[in-house]
């Protein structure tokens, strides 16, 4: 198991390579453009100018490799120098700059991680919570009341999407009751019980409504999985073995059912990461998803290059953990 | 039905293997006496049939402006109220389900086949999981928007001259939403396959010399087919909301094509305002869903050989 | 939670202080909404208006404009003009003196250099400078004493209120950029984000697209503004909820750009905790009407002058489209107070703007229909108009924009009416607004038959704009694709007379020559005017002190605001 981890890390990078390079060849390709936004009012040759003070009138693969050399030696290298405070080399570090903002691409990402992290990554952990217990006894008692109504909340969650359920919370809970704020303050510090209860306050909005939506999609899976597993002839063999049915549910038929829910949620993690553009949006948490839709409109390549690789490489990494996983929850499955 | 869990004495996974005339009538008296199935299928087929023969019962053009007839509540004239435009929601309704259907199932059944290929392949071939399961990961890693804008560039002219316009747009949007929404699928089918072929029964199957053809449509695909009727319900769901979404790209139909997922988004600031607007769209998708759901239930639990044959 | 603390510790504070204007950060904290976020704090790199009006509570220029469009010192003791000898008697120069009491916020005093250095960082060729036009044809600038600046001109400048006027252009510290010049500019992130100014405020914390936090410039030059402590500059989210957070809830004092159908904003107003409010500029929403072939079949050469349109060069046949549209169900149904129906591509300020084209603003389906019959269109059993073979049938372009789609569903119903075929098209914002030659959906492309899109120009003298519909500025594959005469107008006779603008002197005059230009395009076949747009913004009622301005930064006057108690 081990080596088939080293084996696939080391696999990884030039799967990762080629994939950054898909991403820039994508972006270039992308006709958006970065004056886009700017008022008409700015002439044509003006725009030029800015394109070229971007870099833009270099071949594609020097602006490739120059984002590489930033992204891969001197964001490492001045990480490096940030900790140590000794300095490697006299001249200033290029590193990856955001063309709409002109500052780091890396210092926006870790400015935007902590509400990312707080909102999105709680409804995750929140929805994973709701989902597991639904879906066992959703699958346990099947066609009851409880299954009924879970099926039900779940496919509407499902099916009504983000930007409504948001909107609905807001005029319900900001607009008439007046209970919870409806923008999200970033700049909020946690100091005592009054800004904890106000950081509390003013998340219970955009992580339930992301938590209904991630709940009702791995409840479903989880639901699903276990009535294959319930209807095995090993489930037979530990119930005829006089195992109590709590035993044969939650350790055989539980274990046996996870591999897709593990799947599911070795695919969202990553996805936690890359933010919720449409609730961050409408509770105004500007993460990492906002971040990288202002920049997709923006035509921001090096910020959406840099978010973009970063994704892959958690995708990447998170697949593979789902892999290993896979081998602890079935020992019969094997890679080598 | 509810006694569903208690497992059926005497089922041997080899009982698939009973003559094709037999599988396919069990599966139907199976299917039949499964009343969520039914129920769903009853309420997809009247929502299909709304579609097709709504313009007979209520012949209102969905794009004609009224604007007398602005924010109207529901009245005898317009059922479900009018839009800040004046046009008929209901008519909107009717029209935009086709196209949302449409796209829907379409686009659902591509991506399924597509995740359903690559899973079971990858899952079943070693040799072709690293490489199947690293296309996976690009797709995954690829960003979807400025890959919309770039497909657009590359397509929307030569499909539009090949097919018309609208068929053209049609096309384009299944592909894009087909092709982007393929990969949890893949990932799930593959965990399952990997679990499943190295079990007991497989692994008979395989000593016996059964071909690996065989072996995968007759002992393998049934055995996944939870999770797949699984991600059969949430792609439908899922390719009705991308097509709502696309077209706010310009990507999409033309805005004077009313779709479900397009009247919810654009009813949304109404909300308040004419609340049907929202309720009714938003009561569409739910529905198409929740019907899609108990069939793919029901589905799943005749085609299951285990719960066959009581 | 946090901002019911800050307003009632406000007010708590307001009670305490007697004369509650009269004292700096005496009201507390002022909470400020702009849905598209604010990414970098000078104008100078990113024109967008969020980052200009961002930049205006610390930037400042020598004057700006007022509400009606008239200068207004700032920098400056007074508006240089010919009669105070301000401007030289050639035109070609300018002489600006700064206030002498001025100071940047760190306690230095504003100095000639500093003006000097502005105009450098914006010229340099390597620097990327988003607002160069705003110095074009200065040769150079000057500093007669410490504080004296003299800006001259290569030519004679009729209007020379350019260089360092309104929010585009201000004056930036010398010393904070003196490295940031050229190729650097864009690595200074520290001076791009929080520069220092002659402004009310200065930036305390910058999150760029997301919040910024700035507190009141200590040594702005009147002791007893801002009344406001703090202001706290939000960013994200749409224009809807933005209007919701102001007039609904009232989490927030003031919300920029509230373009939301009219129904909806008004139902927030209701509540009664704010207010809307608008004033208008130069914003015309138009539809370009392509005087050049679009189809597809003409391959490289579709839309280019080689090619004239089949049918839409003829001006009655633009004049019947035109009347076609009711632009008072537009305004009622898309811009509410916002907006306003108009026949003229100049639709301010009011000296300038033409009196002899109402004849749009009423909606004439019948004057329409005889006008296509009288040109020999001949309605066909289908319910489209044809002549010759060739039907009138028009592909409709604009970008994705709710409001943009309500008028294109309106119009095409209209033109329907008339015997008009419309396909409909809708483009993304940044690619259609993007300019990238290699997409075929440009606005300078133009690969349709008319385009829906809003224009305006700075400040209020229009030689500039009107300088966009001259032959040379048609895009074509030569230019590769730029210019700004999207509709490829070409008439000789406006080239003459735009030619003759340039050397005419006087406001009078000037507005007279505009007039002239405005009716020449708008009377040709190659626009359809729709709308006077405005801007519109919401603000709390407990906000006092806005004065809404659409000439330069709505935020120009935000020492001024206050809190009515």
């Known amino acids: 198991m081990l080596a088939y981890a080293v084996r696939r890390l080391l696999f990884a990078i030039p799967t990762l390579l080629v994939i950054s390079f898909i991403i820039f060849l994508i972006l270039d ?28 009138g270099e071949p594609m693969h020097v602006r490739y490799l120059k984002w590489l050399y930033q992204f891969a030696v001197n964001e490492p290298m001045h990480a490096l120098e940030q ?38 990554g709680l409804s995750y952990v929140v ?44 005029m319900l809970f900001s607009v008439h009751l007046g209970w919870l704020p409806s923008i999200y303050d970033t700049n909020l510090r946690v100091t005592d019980v009054a800004s904890f209860w106000a950081q509390v306050k003013q998340m219970i909005m955009p992580v339930m409504v992301l938590a209904l939506f991630n709940a009702a999609q791995i409840s479903r899976y989880m639901r699903a999985s276990m009535l294959e597993n319930l209807t095995q002839d090993y489930v037979r063999t530990a119930r005829a073995k006089g195992m109590r049915e709590w035993v044969v549910v939650m350790v055989h038929v539980l274990r046996n059912s996870l591999i897709p829910v593990v799947t599911v949620i070795a695919l969202g993690v990553p996805q936690i990461f890359g933010g919720a553009i449409i609730t961050e949006q409408i509770f105004r948490v500007n993460g990492l998803g906002q971040l990288l839709i202002t920049g997709i409109q923006g035509a921001d390549i090096p910020l959406v290059q840099t978010l973009t690789f970063l994704f892959a490489a958690l995708i990447v990494l998170f697949n593979l953990i789902a892999d290993l996983l896979y081998g602890m929850l079935d020992p019969r499955i094997r890679y080598d | ?51 097709i023969l709504g313009p007979v019962l209520h012949p209102v053009d969905p794009t004609h402006i009224d604007v007398k007839a602005r924010n109207a509540l529901p009245s005898l004239a317009h059922p479900m109220g009018t839009d800040n435009l004046g046009r008929d929601t209901f008519a909107g309704i009717i029209e935009g389900g086709r196209i949302s259907l449409a796209v829907g199932v379409t686009a659902m059944a591509l991506a399924l086949f597509l995740g359903t290929l690559v899973g079971v392949l990858a899952g079943y071939y070693r040799r072709l999981d690293g490489m199947l399961m690293r296309v996976t990961d690009l797709f995954l890693a690829l960003p979807i928007l400025p890959l919309l804008l770039v497909v657009i560039l590359l397509f929307r002219d030569a499909l539009r001259a090949a097919f018309g316009p609208e068929t053209g747009i049609f096309l384009l949007i299944v592909f894009i939403i087909g092709v982007t929404s393929w990969m949890q699928t893949a990932r799930i089918v593959r965990g399952d396959v990997l679990a499943l072929k190295e079990r007991e029964f497989v692994l008979a199957a395989r000593s016996v010399g059964t071909p690996d053809r065989r072996i995968i449509l007759r002992h393998i695909l049934p055995n996944v087919l939870s999770p797949i009727m699984v991600s059969a319900t949430l792609g439908i769901a899922n390719a009705i909301i991308t097509e709502s979404a696309l077209s706010f790209l310009g990507l999409g139909f033309p805005s004077d094509f009313p779709t479900w997922g397009r009247l919810l988004f654009d009813g949304a600031n109404f909300m308040a305002l004419s609340p049907s607007r929202v309720i009714w769209p938003g009561l569409a998708i739910s529905l198409t869903v929740l019907s899609v759901n108990f069939i793919g239930d029901g589905l799943r639990d005749a085609l299951d050989p285990r719960a066959r044959g009581r | 939670m946090r901002l019911r603390h800050i307003l009632t510790g406000a007010s708590a504070a307001a009670l305490m202080a007697s004369a509650a204007h009269a004292e700096r950060g005496a009201d507390g904290q002022v909470n400020v909404l702009y849905y598209q976020a604010i990414s970098i704090m000078t104008p100078y790199l990113s024109s967008g208006t969020k980052d200009i009006d961002g930049a205006a509570l610390v930037l400042e220029p020598f004057a700006r404009f007022d509400p009606d469009g008239h200068l207004v010192p700032y920098i400056a003791q007074e508006i240089p003009t010919l009669e105070n000898g301000g401007i030289s008697e050639d035109l070609k120069s300018i002489t600006w003196k700064i206030k002498p009491d001025i100071l940047w916020s760190d306690g230095t005093p504003v100095t000639a250099a500093d003006a000097i250095f502005s105009w450098k960082y914006c ?69 791009n984000t929080m520069p220092i100014g002659t402004g009310p405020f200065r930036v305390t914390d910058f999150k760029a697209n997301d919040v910024v936090t700035l507190e009141a410039n200590p040594n702005y030059r009147d002791p007893a503004k801002p009344a406001f402590a703090t202001l706290v500059l939000k960013g994200g989210g749409d224009a809807a909820s933005a209007a919701r957070a102001v007039l609904e809830t009232g989490e927030f004092d003031y919300a920029w750009n509230a373009q939301v159908e009219p129904e909806i904003l008004a139902q927030m107003a209701a509540a009664g905790k704010g207010e809307i409010i608008s004033a208008f500029g130069t914003l015309l929403e138009r539809l370009h009407v392509n005087q050049t072939d679009p189809a597809p079949a003409l391959g490289e050469e579709r839309s280019t002058v080689k090619h004239p349109h089949p049918f839409l060069t003829d001006p009655d046949v633009t004049k019947a489209l035109s009347l076609a549209i009711d632009r008072e169900i537009l305004v009622e149904t898309g811009y509410g107070e916002a907006g306003r129906p108009t026949c003229n591509l100049v639709p301010a300020p009011e000296y300038q703007n033409s009196p002899n084209n109402d004849w749009c603003l009423k909606q004439d389906l019948d004057q329409a229909n005889k006008l296509l019959d009288d040109a ?88 500039r704009y009107l300088g966009q519909w001259v032959c040379g500025e048609i895009p074509s594959p030569e230019t590769a ?84 108690k």
């Open chain 1, 29 to 56: 390709l992308a006709p958006s453009d970065p004056t886009a936004n700017l008022p008409l009012t700015i002439p044509q040759d003006v725009r030029q100018q800015i394109r070229l003070s971007l870099g833009l």
């Open chain 1, 83 to 120: 900790l140590t405070g000794h300095h490697f080399s006299a001249t200033p570090r290029v590193r990856v700059l955001s063309w709409q903002t002109r500052s780091p691409v890396v210092d926006l990402i870790l400015q935007r991680l902590p509400q990312t992290l707080w909102v999105v």
């Open chain 1, 127 to 170: 929805g994973i919570l709701i989902a597991i217990p639904i879906g066992i006894v959703s699958a346990v008692r099947q066609y009851s009341w409880f299954d009924q109504i879970g099926t039900f909340v779940s496919m509407v969650g499902y099916s009504v999407p983000t930007f409504f359920t948001g909107l609905l919370m807001i």
């Open chain 2, 1 to 51: 039905m509810t006694e569903r869990a208690e497992p059926a004495p005497g089922t041997v996974p080899g009982e698939i293997e009973t003559p094709e005339r037999g599988l396919w009538n069990d599966v139907w008296y199976q299917f039949r006496h499964h009343r969520g199935a039914m129920l769903g299928t009853i309420v997809f087929t009247l929502i299909v049939l709304a579609v």
């Open chain 3, 123 to 191: 010229t340099d060729p390597e620097g990327g400078c988003a607002q160069a036009p705003y110095y074009d044809d200065v040769t150079d600038v000057e500093a007669i004493d410490d504080k004296t600046v003299k800006v001259t001109f290569s030519v004679p400048k009729p209007y020379p209120y350019t260089a360092f006027v309104g929010a585009q252009s201000p004056i930036i510290q010398a010393k904070q950029f003196a490295d940031c010049l050229g190729a650097n500019a864009p690595s200074c992130t520290e001076a």
């Open chain 3, 376 to 463: 020999g269109w001949a309605m066909g059993a289908d319910g489209v108009r044809a002549k010759d073979g060739q039907r009138l049938s028009i592909l409709y372009q604009t970008s994705v924009n709710s409001v943009r789609q309500a008028a294109q569903a309106l119009i095409k119903q209209w033109w329907n009416e008339i015997g008009v075929e419309v396909e409909l098209r809708q483009i993304d914002p940044a690619v259609f607004f993007g300019g990238d030659p290699g997409s075929p959906d440009t606005l300078q492309k133009f690969y349709a038959d008319v385009e829906m899109y809003a224009d305006n120009f700075e400040g209020t003298d229009a030689e």
């Open chain 3, 481 to 564: 694709w730029q210019g700004g005469n999207t509709s490829r107008f070409c008439d000789p006779a406006y080239d003459a007379a735009r030619a003759e603008m340039s050397t005419t002197t006087g406001d009078e005059d000037r507005a007279k020559m505009t007039i002239r230009l405005n009716d020449m395009i708008v009377n040709s076949a190659a626009i359809i005017p729709l709308i006077h747009r405005g801007r519109v913004s919401t603000k709390s009622k407990t906000l006092g002190g806005v004065e809404m301005n659409a000439f330069d930064s709505e935020l120009w006057n935000v020492a001024d605001w206050y809190r009515i």
